[in-house]
């Protein structure tokens, strides 16, 4: 009996062609509203969707056969990742098909929004001849600022040297060395916010993109620069642009992505000020790129439910290990130790060092791989897990070291992670309690029990009478409850490490409020 295939959304001809000629009887429906999917999904064991489709938990519910949904394209977010795991459903995406195409548009709007392009050919073909009016400029010799160097970034980079821009980048995962190699000065976001002509994002959605370009931060910006924005909605704040641009903050705008996809009526109107160009989400809508990824889906899905292989799979050792009930704590363990490993190491930072001891140590390499997962997570354009977080890594220069000990421990089983010499808190380990309760339990020798959750505040101090006063004091100015408390110690050099967890998110005045305490230093926030 022949495999069943559903496409929507309109995915390329391609996809069908080659799962029919892999023995999948195939069914193109292109777009359909969510109640008739609903009532059709139950006979398919494949699914191809690109953006429009929400796979969502209900649906899935009703999914009975469904054992593959392939995104034809990067982003998986209309797609319900955990309850596709929990159902059993594979999840592929093809990362690498509209890399190309999503480069060149980001070129193109470059181009289109230096040489006022959309607003010449609109004035012309409505009978004027506005030569003077539509005065451009030029790209050549101009800075450009590159907010995210994975694959797209590191694309846009390349091609606009071309141009003669010199190209200056911030990716915290990228190391010195591969910045170099692409002709890439690295800096920080404030820096190159100062120094950009041109700034293009290449970045996930996170706390610390959101609203990245505002009114807010207009005193960071250099005067008459250009926004390019083919990543994620709501890196720049909508809703600003015009006043940005009347008040000459920023010179001009150019739009891919909406915080909202259709815009709303309140974006459609921003969309009409004449200093923004822009485009309906068209950074992958090229035939090249739409034929690729459907090329990429239909090959990977054939493959996965043949059995043959799983490339581009988001969450296939999550199945596999989701029942296994020695490796899920150490993953869960990981995944967390390594989002906050990414809150405390180095800028830049080129090695992980990671030591096991113990149990853990038989599942060295899909720890590892977890730990990564978490420590990229939210700093790479594209889903990180378990599958692809090595290539994420070496595709960043980070280099992995790891090792098992048979030294004796206290605990039974141990992760230990060194992040380098130029790290504030260099050597940190941390081991699973029981269900669900995962501590950090040492740092630089310290020993400290630090739960990985929720809000939390680390600093060194001097070990003397007044300092945990001091400190709970300013936090209570502040109106911030403290939930824990650990302190390590060494009596010996009078110093300490204290760690407090918070009820609520703190922001950076709330840290200076401790940093100026006398004898607190290397204040480190961590949200978890």
């Not at 010449?120 to 003077?132: I, N, T």
């Not at 010799?141 to 694309?155: A, D, E, R």
């Amino acid at each position: 009996m022949a495999y069943k295939a559903l496409l929507l959304d309109g995915v390329d001809a391609v996809c069908g062609e080659i799962l029919k000629e892999r023995g999948f009887e195939v069914t193109d429906k292109g777009k359909i509203p969510p109640d008739e999917l609903e009532s059709i999904i139950g006979d398919y064991d494949a699914m191809v969707v690109r953006s429009a489709t929400k796979v969502t938990a209900d649906l899935l519910a009703k999914a009975k056969n469904l054992r593959v949904v392939g995104r034809a394209g990067v982003g998986v977010d209309n797609i319900d990742l955990d309850a596709a795991t929990r159902s059993g459903v594979l999840v592929m995406n093809t990362p690498d098909g509209n890399t190309i195409s999503t480069a060149e548009h980001t070129c193109g709007l470059i181009l289109a929004v230096s040489r006022n392009i959309a607003a010449a050919v609109a004035s012309l073909k409505e009978g004027r001849w506005d030569r003077k009016k539509y005065l451009g400029t030029e790209v050549h010799g101009k800075t450009l600022g590159v907010i995210g160097l994975g694959k797209i970034g590191s694309n846009v980079a390349a091609r606009m040297k071309s141009f003669g821009m010199n190209v200056i980048g911030y990716d915290p995962f990228t190391t010195h060395e591969r910045a170099d190699e692409m002709g890439v000065k690295m800096m920080e976001i404030d820096d190159i916010l100062a120094q950009a002509d041109y700034l293009t994002v290449h970045t996930p959605l996170t706390d610390q993109t959101r609203g990245l370009i505002s009114l807010k931060n207009a005193g960071k910006i250099k005067q008459g620069m250009f926004l390019i924005n083919c990543a994620r909605g709501g890196i720049f704040e909508e809703k600003d642009l015009p006043e940005l641009i009347d008040r000459n903050i920023i010179k001009g705008a150019a739009l891919d992505v909406y915080s909202q996809e259709p815009p709303s009526e309140e974006v459609a109107e921003i969309l009409k000020h004449p200093g923004i160009v822009c485009t309906p989400h068209l950074g992958a809508s090229t035939q090249e790129a739409q034929g690729k990824v459907a090329e990429q889906i239909a090959a990977q899905i054939a493959d996965a439910i043949e059995q043959k292989g799983f490339e581009g799979s988001i969450n296939g050792k999550s199945i596999a290990l989701s029942t296994n009930k020695e490796v899920q704590p150490f993953l869960e363990l990981a995944e967390r130790f390594g989002r906050l490993l990414s809150q405390i190491a180095p800028r830049h930072i080129n090695e992980l060092s990671i030591t096991y001891s113990g149990t853990c140590a038989r599942h060295s390499q899909v720890i590892t791989d977890s730990l990564l997962s978490g420590f990229l997570k939210g700093s790479v354009d594209d889903v990180v897990n378990l599958i692809n977080a090595r290539f994420h890594a070496e595709s960043r220069g980070l280099k992995l070291s790891e090792t098992q000990s048979k030294e004796p421990q206290t605990y039974s089983d141990l992760i230990t992670v060194d992040l380098g010499s130029s790290a504030d808190y260099r050597k940190l380990s941390a081991t699973p309690f029981g269900d669900g309760d995962y501590r950090i339990v040492s740092i630089d020798g310290f020993s400290i029990e630090i739960n990985l959750e929720g809000e939390i505040i680390i600093y060194r101090n001097i070990d003397q009478p007044g300092m945990l006063a001091a400190t709970s004091g300013a936090l209570a100015q502040r109106d911030i409850n403290i939930a824990s408390l650990s302190l390590g110690r060494d009596l010996k050099n009078a110093q300490a490490i204290t760690a407090f967890t918070v009820d609520t998110k703190l922001d950076d005045t709330d840290l200076e409020y401790i940093d100026d305490i006398d004898g607190v230093n290397v204040v480190k926030y961590i949200s978890l």
